[in-house]
Each structure stands twice: as C-alpha cells, then as structure tokens.
C-alpha cells in the first residue's frame, strides 16, 4: 500500500532541519502526501469511509521530550488550477520540533513513520525503513557570529538563489546557490529558496547605503 501514496519527505531518508534564525527554540516541519484519487477510493473502500492517514512520530516541541504518538494528516486545498492535481488526494500535516538550544550541541535525530487508521490500523513502513528528522544546532542565519564586518553567517539548506542589485546597475539573479556560496558583492542582496522545503526558511534581505555587501 505504501506504493499507492506518495509521501515528502520519503520512507527511508533522513532530512536534516535547522533553527531559522539564532534563539529559535523550535523550527516547523512540514510532511506531505499524495494519492490517486481511484487509489483512495480503493483504501476507503478496503478500511472504510472514514479512513485516516497519520504520521507517527516523536518529534517534540519540547527539547528532551521523545515519546512517540500520532498526528493525523488533513486535506490540502490549492487555488492553483492543475488538470493533475484533479487526479489526486493531497493531504499535509505540520509540528513543531525542539531545536538543541546549547550553542555546538550534537544534532538531535527524530523518527517517523505513517500509517492509515480504519477498520483496521495499517502500517506503511517499518522499523527498518523509518524515516528520520535530524535537527541541526547551527541556525540557517546566526547573528551571533557579528564580528567587524560579519554581520553573520548562513548555513543554507538545499538550493537558494540570490537577487543582487546595486545603483546604475540592473538586477541579477544568481542560482543556484548551495553550501559553497558564491562572491556576491552587491549594496541589497536577497536571499530566496528555489523550492518549498520540509523546514520554515526565511527570505534574507541586505541592504547598504555605502558600502557594498560581500
């Protein structure tokens, strides 16, 4: 059954989050899943109208906390019109998770699992195959490395594009934009992700009056 419903992030893979930004004590994690409109008809059929996708996790909102339990997803909406999108059932669930707070902490690892509560509870992976989500203490954007020049520093997940523009200059874009950052010498830079991600992530913006940013 597993087969049937597409899920993101995956059985099996491990995903690694981070604060936002310095101080955050818990960041959003977000999990979706997709399914042909006929293949949950099938489901409902099999395990009843009222047929509930969950996750089962113990991610916490609280640092420490580990005990496991069930969330259960809802269904998502768009006010996208797609012609495949009208094929399929998608549904989204969303928690918070504890950020190590201890500035150089080791990262905390969460685990997860999905399963369809019915007539009878079906699980769709198993101890083997469990995802993880692994939340790292270095914030995407730490302000508190401001030294000097240093207003900070980025520690970026997945891909990022950047929007640069300085006076009597037209705007560029620079993507993508990974780990190894480019030399960006700008006086307003933005910072954008190039896809949604499984964390809340923010837009960076910079701007100088004088002297470019690098």
Not at 52 to 73: C, D, H, K, Q, Y
Not at 106 to 120: I, L, N
Request: aromatic content about 8%.
């Amino acid at each position: 059954m597993n087969k049937r419903i597409m899920f993101e992030p995956a059985l099996g893979v491990e995903t690694v989050v981070r604060p936002a930004v310095s101080g955050d004590r818990t960041t959003r994690v977000t999990f979706k899943a997709a399914i042909l409109l006929t293949e949950w008809s099938q489901l409902q059929r099999s395990l009843g109208v009222q047929c509930v996708l969950e996750l089962w996790t113990n991610v916490s909102a609280r640092e420490g906390e580990m005990g496991w339990r069930a969330i259960p997803f809802e269904e998502s909406t768009s006010n996208v019109a797609d012609a495949m999108d009208d094929e399929k059932k998608k549904f989204h669930v969303s928690t918070e998770v504890a950020c190590p707070t201890r500035p150089g902490a080791p990262p905390v690892r969460f685990g997860y699992t999905f399963r369809v509560r019915g007539s009878k509870m079906t699980w769709l992976g198993n101890e083997r195959n469990n995802g993880a989500i692994v939340v790292d203490s270095k914030p995407f954007w730490d302000n508190s490395a401001r030294k000097g020049k240093v207003v900070g520093v980025m520690h970026p997940n997945g891909k990022w594009r950047a929007w640069c523009h300085s006076p009597n200059e037209i705007p560029r874009m620079v993507e993508p934009i990974g780990t190894d950052l480019p030399l960006l010498v700008a006086q307003t830079i933005l910072f954008v992700p190039c896809a949604p991600t499984v964390a809340r992530l923010p837009m960076l913006l910079f701007h100088s009056s004088k002297a470019p940013i690098q």
